[in-house]
């Protein structure tokens, strides 16, 4: 059998005396979509966050395409392929949409400490060739014309796509969405889901954790909501 996109092995976690997470074993595959369900309180969010290396010090075996992870750091998760969005919208509100997508290619834009200071050389290429990228992303998630506006000032909706927008800037093989209809009216909660759909196209997979069945259900099966 070929290596998952995740793998997860007898994943335990604790704080002090609580046992947020119990032997986990959980798989999934390249380019898959999945539902992660459960009471509030059962240990979802605390699932993300040990995948993502914000929740150390649990046991167990978590593999990216049949590499341990468990060790690394989140940045270097995150440059293996590993994108998050988060329960609670974490952008920044005062940075227009474009440079929230920027901030999201951090690693990709580099060069040397004359360079970046200067805004010449490499990275000035590398700089025109992220806005080009993303602008694309904003454009794929359907807010191309909300580029210079303030990530504040856009509607809850559109920050949602933001934030979307922004964990593909990373060029993940695998999305850990948690919440991502949190706060949603049932319009945008159909839209995101078409959106996810197309995340699916581009080969992400994606692993959901949310309270809406009908998402989680149109989600894990690719029907509409």
């Given at each position: 059998?070929?290596?998952?996109?995740?793998?997860?092995?007898?994943?335990?976690?604790?704080?002090?005396?609580?046992?947020?997470?119990?032997?986990?074993?959980?798989?999934?595959?390249?380019?898959?979509?999945?539902?992660?369900?459960?009471?509030?309180?059962?240990?979802?969010?605390?699932?993300?966050?040990?995948?993502?290396?914000?929740?150390?010090?649990?046991?167990?075996?978590?593999?990216?395409?049949?590499?341990?992870?468990?060790?690394?750091?989140?940045?270097?998760?995150?440059?293996?392929?590993?994108?998050?969005?988060?329960?609670?919208?974490?952008?920044?509100?005062?940075?227009?949409?474009?440079?929230?997508v920027l901030a999201g290619m951090h690693a990709e834009i580099g060069?040397?400490?004359?360079?970046?200071?200067?805004?010449?050389?490499?990275?000035?290429?590398?700089?025109?060739?992220?806005?080009?990228?993303?602008?694309?992303?904003?454009?794929?998630?359907?807010?191309?014309?909300?580029?210079?506006?303030?990530?504040?000032?856009?509607?809850?909706?559109?920050?949602?796509?933001?934030?979307?927008?922004?964990?593909?800037?990373?060029?993940?093989?695998l999305m850990l969405l948690d919440e991502p209809a949190?706060?949603?009216?049932?319009?945008?909660?159909?839209?995101?889901?078409?959106?996810?759909?197309?995340?699916?196209?581009?080969?992400?997979?994606?692993?959901?954790?949310?309270?809406?069945?009908?998402?989680?259900?149109?989600?894990?099966?690719?029907?509409?909501?």
């Amino acid at each position: 059998m070929s290596a998952a996109e995740l793998e997860i092995e007898g994943l335990t976690l604790r704080y002090g005396g609580l046992t947020a997470i119990d032997g986990l074993d959980l798989r999934v595959e390249t380019g898959s979509l999945d539902g992660l369900i459960g009471p509030n309180g059962a240990g979802k969010t605390s699932v993300f966050n040990a995948i993502c290396g914000l929740a150390r010090g649990g046991s167990g075996a978590i593999l990216l395409r049949g590499e341990r992870i468990d060790l690394l750091s989140p940045d270097a998760r995150a440059r293996r392929g590993l994108a998050r969005t988060f329960q609670n919208l974490r952008l920044f509100k005062e940075m227009t949409a474009l440079e929230n997508v920027l901030a999201g290619m951090h690693a990709e834009i580099g060069g040397s400490l004359v360079e970046i200071l200067t805004r010449l050389g490499r990275f000035r290429s590398k700089e025109r060739a992220a806005v080009r990228e993303a602008r694309d992303l904003l454009a794929f998630v359907g807010l191309d014309a909300a580029a210079g506006t303030l990530a504040g000032s856009l509607s809850y909706g559109d920050q949602r796509r933001l934030e979307v927008a922004r964990a593909l800037a990373g060029r993940p093989n695998l999305m850990l969405l948690d919440e991502p209809a949190a706060g949603m009216n049932p319009a945008e909660t159909a839209g995101l889901n078409d959106l996810l759909g197309e995340v699916k196209a581009r080969g992400v997979a994606m692993l959901l954790v949310d309270h809406d069945m009908s998402l989680v259900s149109a989600f894990a099966t690719g029907s509409p909501c």
